[in-house]
């Protein structure tokens, strides 16, 4: 069993930045795939960002490519997403989530590849 808990959302003016944190507990998490998603409300869920179990291997939505970051600390059962340049239509809920281990080898696109979710954080963005 894993379980996840989001930190560092907020209000950002345009062109900001903010680093949500997520943590975990379980011994499966360095073994795990990882990655976040957002939903604003009205819309469906996309993925974000998602990172493999050693942290090598990355993959973004086109959206944040080269604004957002998604990196690992196994030692401390985090993973992170840095968000630069910050933008309007970024306002969402922000939610972690982690894969099973016997994915972990490569990045999930996918909400039906992972199976613990945290409970989100919001991350609103003003022009």
């Known amino acids: 069993q894993v379980q996840l808990v989001e930190a560092g959302g907020g209000l950002v003016q345009a062109g900001g930045s903010l680093r949500l944190s997520c943590a975990a507990s379980?011994?499966?998490?360095?073994?795990?795939?990882m990655g976040w998603f957002r939903q604003d409300p009205g819309k469906e869920r996309e993925v974000v960002a998602s990172?493999?179990?050693?942290?090598?291997?990355?993959d973004y939505a086109d959206s944040v490519k080269g604004r957002f970051t998604i990196s690992r600390d196994n030692a401390k059962n985090t993973v992170y997403l840095q968000m630069n340049d910050l933008k309007p239509e970024d306002t969402a809920v922000y939610y972690c989530?982690?894969?099973?281990?016997?994915?972990?080898?490569?990045?999930?696109?996918?909400?039906?590849?992972?199976?613990?979710w945290g409970q989100g954080t919001q991350v609103t963005v003003s022009s």
């Open positions: 990172i493999n179990w050693r942290g090598g291997r990355t």
């Open positions: 989530a982690a894969g099973p281990t016997y994915l972990g080898g490569s990045p999930l696109r996918r909400q039906d590849q992972y199976h613990y």
């Open positions: 379980g011994r499966t998490f360095s073994s795990a795939a």
